[in-house]
């Protein structure tokens, strides 16, 4: 008789995600979508979103990359691990990745993030705190 095949989990198969919320990392499986916080309890979202067209919500929390084109029009508060802009963000930007601004792309709001890369004719309105955070 054949041992049993079970899915166990190799080492490779693991990621490590920051939360969003308590800044405390912790090992993932890989193939996840999404998963929660064991230490804040909070519910995180892992894939990365790409958005196309108008969308007007509360926030936007992804612990991926947010990828606003051309045609794409966000009307919401943004926390990720990175944002790219090529259509128009309207609400505060929170990233722990870098923002990279296109050249026809227009950012309206406080953008808080580690870097950030504005193409020539980008419109930005706003407070902007690039740079690590200071640790109190």
């Known amino acids: 008789m054949a041992a049993p095949e079970y899915n166990v989990p190799q080492p490779d198969d693991r990621t490590t995600v920051v939360c969003?919320?308590?800044?405390?990392?912790?090992?993932?499986?890989?193939?996840?979508?999404?998963?929660?916080?064991?230490?804040?309890?909070?519910?995180l979202r892992l894939e990365d979103?790409?958005?196309?067209?108008?969308?007007?919500?509360?926030?936007?929390e992804i612990c991926g990359v947010v990828t606003v084109e051309k045609k794409g029009n966000v009307v919401a508060d943004v926390l990720c691990n990175g944002?790219?802009?090529?259509g128009k963000v309207k609400g505060n930007v929170v990233s722990?990745?870098?923002?990279?601004?296109?050249?026809e792309a227009e950012i309206k709001g406080d953008v808080t993030a580690p870097s950030l890369a504005v193409g020539a004719g980008?419109?930005?309105?706003?407070?902007y705190s690039i740079g690590q955070p200071n640790e109190k």
Do not use: D, H
Not at 83 to 86: E, I, S, T
């Open 20 to 43: 969003l919320y308590c800044n405390k990392s912790q090992e993932v499986g890989r193939k996840a979508m999404t998963i929660t916080c064991k230490f804040c309890s909070k519910s």
């Open 122 to 127: 980008a419109i930005l309105a706003g407070k």
């Open 96 to 103: 722990r990745g870098p923002v990279l601004v296109g050249p």
């Open 83 to 86: 944002l790219v802009v090529r």
């Open 49 to 60: 979103k790409r958005v196309t067209q108008y969308e007007a919500r509360r926030s936007i």
